[in-house]
């Protein structure tokens, strides 16, 4: 069995225009060409599902804007079938942000993505710790976009420093924080929240971190707190498994990685 818990597309009308602007900004940004193989569509997941693997693809929308809520978790609601299992999403600033956290749990949803960078609120906000307050104690989890981003220049929203104010002042157990606890900056990782209870996936870091380091922080957090995922189309699966796989894991923690620990947020 095999869960990535970190997935993205897109509804078709508009899954070409977005992903040329995904690579767009990565090129511009950090000089970096993205995968192509994936044409950002739900059916092109699946297709990608079957050529990695993957069993099942967890699927973590953005609400950049306050009006978008409602059109982006409607198709979240309908595209969440089988293998696919999508979250939902909301932005700090709207209005009715309990109103809306008590929709997505009655709408069964899991939890909530939320991306500081692209939503343009610091993760520190006192909006966003009233938000991820609230929702963990709906019983939500809420996955983070932590660290640096590929498509964003500096200021980057959610460093360690700021995480770690907010760990202090919400339930560690529902956070989700992508890209090995925050993107590019582990080192800040391994000395301030190496020891909190949140969850770290494993997103779009193979090309980008020392697998010596990559090793050691899983094992200093724990496997039972580690989380496989791709950020498709930014990696794609098999990479982000076969870097898993570099690691030098024991069968047991790697089957905590690769779906134990997300059939407990998923199904528990």
């Not at 993760?123 to 809420?142: C, F, H, P, Q, T």
Request: aromatic residues 8%; hydrophobic residues 40%; negative net charge.
């Amino acid at each position: 069995m095999l869960i990535d818990f970190h997935t993205h597309v897109f509804p078709p009308a508009i899954a070409k225009r977005a992903l040329d602007g995904i690579v767009e900004r990565t090129k511009a940004i950090y000089g970096i060409d993205q995968d192509k193989s994936f044409d950002g569509t739900v059916d092109g997941l699946k297709a990608q599902m079957k050529r990695t693997g993957v069993d099942i693809s967890v699927i973590l929308p953005i609400a950049t804007k306050v009006t978008q809520y409602e059109t982006i978790n409607r198709y979240a609601k309908e595209i969440t079938s089988g293998g696919i299992i999508s979250f939902a999403s909301l932005h700090p600033y709207q209005e009715n942000v309990n109103e809306t956290l008590r929709q997505i749990k009655a709408d069964g949803f899991r939890g909530i993505k939320l991306h500081p960078d692209y939503q343009g609120v610091y993760i520190d906000d006192e909006a966003s710790v009233a938000l991820i307050k609230r929702a963990s104690e709906m019983g939500l989890y809420v996955v983070i976009h932590s660290g640096e981003d590929l498509g964003k220049p500096a200021p980057f929203h959610c460093t360690i420093d700021k995480l770690r104010k907010v760990l202090d002042k919400v339930d560690e157990d529902r956070i989700i924080l992508a890209h090995m606890g925050g993107f590019n900056l582990w080192d800040d990782v391994e000395d301030m929240i190496i020891d909190s209870r949140a969850y770290f996936d494993t997103s779009v870091v193979s090309k980008y971190m020392d697998i010596c380091q990559y090793r050691r922080i899983i094992e200093k957090h724990g496997a039972d707190r580690i989380l496989f995922g791709s950020d498709t189309p930014w990696e794609d699966p098999s990479d982000s498994l076969a870097f898993l796989h570099s690691a030098g894991l024991s069968g047991e923690e790697l089957e905590l990685i690769e779906h134990l620990n997300a059939e407990r947020i998923l199904f528990g």
